[in-house]
């Protein structure tokens, strides 16, 4: 015996009614709208998942492709049936079931009424048969005649001793074939056959397997999903290659009408008095039919819409319609439809799935804080929807600034993670996405937009705000460093620099000036934060020997220039960005023309940023460049490279003190470039790297590997734009 689960409805209807009451009680004086839709659904009944495929008396069968199922749902309590068959025969009307399980041992017929098997019949004596369904205790079969190379129907009924007891049909042509079991009338079921090339109905006696009334149909031969009432008859003409057409014919004139419909993929006509409703069953994903919506449609043309969208009709033992399909008010579910007082068709909701058919958007996943500087800088945002087949537009705006990024996307191509969520895989970046996004509070904007037309665009709003570890060569609060190059009339640009999460190659840089007047200093150099405010900083030495501190703003400017002392001609190389005594700030260094090496030890302050300076040693004139690149390779303090005048690269390991473990040699070549600095982490790897500039001003990347034997990877050039300079850094 197959498993059978039944769960029942937990507000029951008033039993032996085959039509439950639907009405919904009357709302209490000033109840919210709200409250009375949802009594409302209360008295509706389920409809479980799948398509409907039938409906007796009692009940209404549906089918699940999916689970390979079918469910029975009484009319009376709302309960439940599982079927867990994947293949159920049945006739319309019956409230019996014929359970086939090919590979089994039986087929059953269950009566739906009491949830018993009235009759089995063992599969072997079912050999080579198609079944048709069961009407009460019988069950249909149609069996090849080898004598005559055509069909014969057979009956099976409960005989004694729960035997099933077969009979042949009788009343039917020898060369009858092509048999279809219609529906059931009272004793009776209607059977359609075709004999000598024509199309008859009949109808079957079920006590005595008599076929008589058999009469040709009326519909043409090349005629579709048929449909007639006493004043209207409907087909579908499907043989043009122009599409298929709605053909209504008045039974009286015999005069025709038709309706072009295009290309349908699964279109259905029923007939209601004076109406013909039509539709087409496909709900594609992404593109609507245009027939999605069922509308009726009279022999006089007129027309007007029932449902919004449209999955399956069948006829109810009475002749009503039962439709499966949805309204945007509704939602899903399944509908009665029967005449008016005026003969128009009225449309009934009787059950529920509780999906809606408009679009609805639920509660977006996004965190208040996010942390760009993890995930490889990216981050995901989530919208949650009753359905994805949506066009989605997401709009974000840095609040500071009014910088935007706005994009659109479909779930069902791209950002589906999980059932009904959308998702916009932000890889950190605003304006446009050439730029990496600020830190600071961010404004989100969510539109999405129905693909299939059913309802209008849903919207929502709201805010998070980006946050990242300090990068001390970051000047704007993106989380990037910046370089500075100076061309040779004085103005000052800042080069944003960005990568690619995926393979974190710097592969650009935005440019930004950031003013003139920059020829009165003959020496420019970022030192990361000096001054104890969250972005880097900047020395400049005027051309009379005073040194100049200018504090960012963390907008990728700076503030007013404050002085930190004369006599800095005596140097003529500069460095900043490391922190060589190991404690917490960074220091600058400087060579004077004989070749001596000074410290000066940062303090943290803006209006005294150095304290007083440390000889290291000397015979540093052997270098033409000296760049501080913060720690490179895990040590106590931050690092020193150094080109000497042949080209050669040479590393000097912080001890943490202010001074350095003996040279190590990077390697030569170093001469092909006009500049060089040491550019913090620049994409995100955790470990420093080192940028140079050619004399065309093409900036190269030397990322950083973590090791001292051999600090630098082979450097590349980043794409960006060539600048005439007079120095970088």
Same mark, same amino acid.
């Given at each position: 015996?197959?498993?059978?689960?039944?769960?029942?409805?937990?507000?029951?209807?008033?039993?032996?009614?085959?039509?439950?009451?639907?009405?919904?009680?009357?709302?209490?004086?000033?109840?919210?709208?709200?409250?009375?839709?949802?009594?409302?659904?209360?008295?509706?009944?389920?409809?479980?998942?799948?398509?409907?495929?039938?409906?007796?008396?009692?009940?209404?069968?549906?089918?699940?492709?999916?689970?390979?199922?079918?469910?029975?749902?009484?009319?009376?309590?709302?309960?439940?049936?599982?079927?867990?068959?994947?293949?159920?025969?049945?006739?319309?009307?019956?409230?019996?079931?014929?359970?086939?399980?090919?590979?089994?041992?039986?087929?059953?017929?269950?009566?739906?009424?009491?949830?018993?098997?009235?009759?089995?019949?063992?599969?072997?004596?079912?050999?080579?048969?198609?079944?048709?369904?069961?009407?009460?205790?019988?069950?249909?079969?149609?069996?090849?005649?080898?004598?005559?190379?055509?069909?014969?129907?057979?009956?099976?009924?409960?005989?004694?001793?729960?035997?099933?007891?077969?009979?042949?049909?009788?009343?039917?042509?020898?060369?009858?074939?092509?048999?279809?079991?219609?529906?059931?009338?009272?004793?009776?079921?209607?059977?359609?056959?075709?004999?000598?090339?024509?199309?008859?109905?009949?109808?079957?006696?079920?006590?005595?397997?008599?076929?008589?009334?058999?009469?040709?149909?009326?519909?043409?031969?090349?005629?579709?999903?048929?449909?007639?009432?006493?004043?209207?008859?409907?087909?579908?003409?499907?043989?043009?290659?122009?599409?298929?057409?709605?053909?209504?014919?008045?039974?009286?004139?015999?005069?025709?009408?038709?309706?072009?419909?295009?290309?349908?993929?699964?279109?259905?006509?029923?007939?209601?008095?004076?109406?013909?409703?039509?539709?087409?069953?496909?709900?594609?994903?992404?593109?609507?039919?245009?027939?999605?919506?069922?509308?009726?449609?009279?022999?006089?043309?007129?027309?007007?819409?029932?449902?919004?969208?449209?999955?399956?009709?069948?006829?109810?033992?009475?002749?009503?319609?039962?439709?499966?399909?949805?309204?945007?008010?509704?939602?899903?579910?399944?509908?009665?439809?029967?005449?008016?007082?005026?003969?128009?068709?009225?449309?009934?909701?009787?059950?529920?799935?509780?999906?809606?058919?408009?679009?609805?958007?639920?509660?977006?996943?996004?965190?208040?804080?996010?942390?760009?500087?993890?995930?490889?800088?990216?981050?995901?945002?989530?919208?949650?929807?009753?359905?994805?087949?949506?066009?989605?537009?997401?709009?974000?705006?840095?609040?500071?600034?009014?910088?935007?990024?706005?994009?659109?996307?479909?779930?069902?191509?791209?950002?589906?993670?999980?059932?009904?969520?959308?998702?916009?895989?932000?890889?950190?970046?605003?304006?446009?996405?050439?730029?990496?996004?600020?830190?600071?509070?961010?404004?989100?904007?969510?539109?999405?937009?129905?693909?299939?037309?059913?309802?209008?665009?849903?919207?929502?709003?709201?805010?998070?705000?980006?946050?990242?570890?300090?990068?001390?060569?970051?000047?704007?609060?993106?989380?990037?460093?910046?370089?500075?190059?100076?061309?040779?009339?004085?103005?000052?640009?800042?080069?944003?620099?960005?990568?690619?999460?995926?393979?974190?190659?710097?592969?650009?840089?935005?440019?930004?000036?950031?003013?003139?007047?920059?020829?009165?200093?003959?020496?420019?150099?970022?030192? *990361? +934060? @000096?001054?104890?405010?969250?972005? $880097?900083?900047? =020395? %400049? !030495? #005027?051309?009379?020997? &005073?040194?100049? /501190?200018?504090?960012?703003?963390?907008?990728?400017?700076?503030?007013?220039?404050?002085?930190?002392?004369?006599?800095?001609?005596?140097?003529?190389?500069?460095?900043?960005?490391?922190?060589?005594?190991?404690?917490?700030?960074?220091?600058?260094?400087?060579?004077?023309?004989?070749?001596?090496?000074?410290?000066?030890?940062?303090?943290?302050?803006?209006?005294?940023?150095?304290?007083?300076?440390?000889?290291?040693?000397?015979?540093?004139?052997?270098?033409?460049?000296?760049?501080?690149? *913060? +720690? @490179?390779?895990?040590?106590?303090? $931050?690092?020193? =490279? %150094? !080109? #000497?005048?042949?080209? &050669?690269?040479? /590393?000097?390991?912080?001890?943490?003190?202010?001074?350095?473990?003996?040279?190590?040699?990077?390697?030569?070549?170093?001469?092909?470039?006009?500049?060089?600095?040491?550019?913090?982490?620049?994409?995100?790897?955790?470990?420093?790297?080192?940028?140079?500039?050619?004399?065309?001003?093409?900036?190269?990347?030397?990322?950083?590997?973590?090791?001292?034997?051999?600090?630098?990877?082979?450097?590349?050039?980043?794409?960006?734009?060539?600048?005439?300079?007079?120095?970088?850094?």
């Amino acid at each position: 015996m197959s498993r059978l689960i039944t769960t029942a409805l937990a507000v029951v209807i008033a039993a032996g009614s085959a039509t439950p009451a639907l009405a919904a009680p009357a709302a209490p004086a000033g109840a919210p709208s709200a409250a009375v839709a949802e009594a409302a659904e209360e008295q509706l009944l389920p409809l479980p998942a799948g398509t409907l495929a039938g409906a007796g008396t009692t009940g209404y069968l549906v089918r699940d492709l999916d689970e390979g199922t079918y469910s029975w749902v009484r009319f009376d309590t709302g309960a439940v049936t599982e079927l867990p068959f994947s293949s159920i025969p049945y006739i319309q009307g019956a409230d019996s079931v014929a359970e086939s399980t090919y590979s089994g041992p039986a087929t059953k017929v269950r009566d739906m009424k009491t949830g018993t098997v009235v009759l089995t019949v063992d599969n072997d004596r079912l050999y080579r048969a198609t079944v048709l369904g069961a009407a009460g205790s019988t069950l249909l079969a149609v069996f090849p005649d080898d004598a005559t190379g055509r069909e014969r129907p057979a009956l099976f009924r409960p005989g004694a001793e729960s035997t099933a007891v077969g009979s042949w049909a009788t009343g039917l042509p020898v060369d009858a074939t092509s048999f279809w079991a219609g529906s059931v009338a009272g004793s009776s079921v209607s059977l359609s056959y075709t004999s000598g090339g024509k199309r008859y109905q009949a109808t079957l006696d079920l006590a005595s397997g008599a076929v008589s009334g058999a009469r040709e149909s009326s519909f043409p031969g090349g005629a579709t999903n048929g449909d007639s009432s006493p004043t209207l008859r409907a087909w579908l003409d499907e043989g043009s290659s122009s599409g298929t057409s709605l053909v209504l014919e008045n039974p009286k004139t015999a005069g025709t009408r038709s309706h072009h419909l295009g290309y349908p993929s699964r279109p259905s006509v029923s007939v209601l008095g004076d109406w013909a409703l039509y539709a087409d069953a496909r709900r594609s994903f992404m593109e609507p039919s245009p027939l999605q919506a069922l509308r009726a449609r009279s022999f006089s043309g007129t027309e007007f819409k029932l449902l919004d969208t449209f999955a399956a009709a069948v006829r109810e033992p009475d002749g009503t319609l039962l439709v499966q399909g949805g309204t945007l008010a509704q939602g899903e579910g399944l509908f009665r439809i029967r005449a008016g007082a005026d003969g128009k068709p009225v449309v009934t909701m009787i059950a529920t799935n509780k999906v809606p058919v408009k679009l609805v958007l639920g509660s977006p996943a996004i965190p208040s804080t996010i942390d760009l500087g993890r995930n490889g800088g990216t981050a995901n945002l989530d919208w949650t929807l009753s359905r994805i087949n949506v066009e989605a537009k997401v709009t974000l705006r840095h609040r500071r600034t009014g910088k935007t990024l706005t994009t659109t996307f479909s779930p069902p191509y791209d950002g589906y993670p999980a059932p009904h969520t959308a998702r916009f895989h932000w890889d950190g970046t605003i304006g446009g996405g050439l730029e990496r996004a600020l830190n600071g509070p961010y404004d989100w904007q969510f539109t999405a937009t129905p693909l299939d037309g059913l309802g209008p665009a849903v919207s929502s709003s709201g805010s998070f705000t980006v946050t990242r570890e300090v990068n001390p060569r970051d000047l704007n609060d993106n989380g990037s460093p910046d370089l500075l190059v100076r061309d040779r009339a004085g103005t000052l640009t800042r080069l944003d620099t960005f990568h690619v999460p995926a393979d974190r190659r710097i592969f650009g840089q935005v440019d930004s000036a950031v003013g003139g007047g920059w020829q009165i200093y003959d020496r420019v150099e970022t030192t *990361g +934060n @000096l001054g104890g405010t969250a972005v $880097g900083d900047l =020395v %400049a !030495r #005027d051309r009379s020997g &005073v040194l100049w /501190l200018y504090q960012g703003n963390n907008r990728g400017g700076f503030l007013g220039r404050v002085q930190v002392g004369g006599g800095w001609q005596a140097y003529d190389k500069l460095a900043g960005g490391s922190d060589l005594t190991g404690d917490g700030r960074n220091d600058l260094v400087a060579t004077d023309r004989s070749g001596v090496l000074w410290l000066y030890p940062g303090t943290g302050s803006a209006t005294r940023p150095f304290a007083t300076r440390k000889k290291i040693g000397g015979g540093w004139q052997a270098y033409d460049r000296i760049a501080a690149t *913060g +720690n @490179l390779a895990g040590g106590a303090a $931050g690092d020193l =490279v %150094a !080109r #000497d005048r042949a080209g &050669v690269l040479w /590393l000097y390991l912080g001890k943490g003190d202010g001074t350095f473990a003996p040279r190590t040699r990077i390697g030569g070549g170093w001469n092909a470039y006009t500049d060089i600095t040491g550019a913090a982490d620049m994409n995100d790897d955790g470990r420093n790297d080192l940028v140079a500039m050619d004399s065309r001003g093409e900036t190269f990347v030397h990322q950083g590997t973590g090791s001292w034997k051999a600090p630098f990877q082979r450097g590349y050039q980043t794409g960006g734009s060539q600048y005439e300079h007079d120095l970088m850094s």
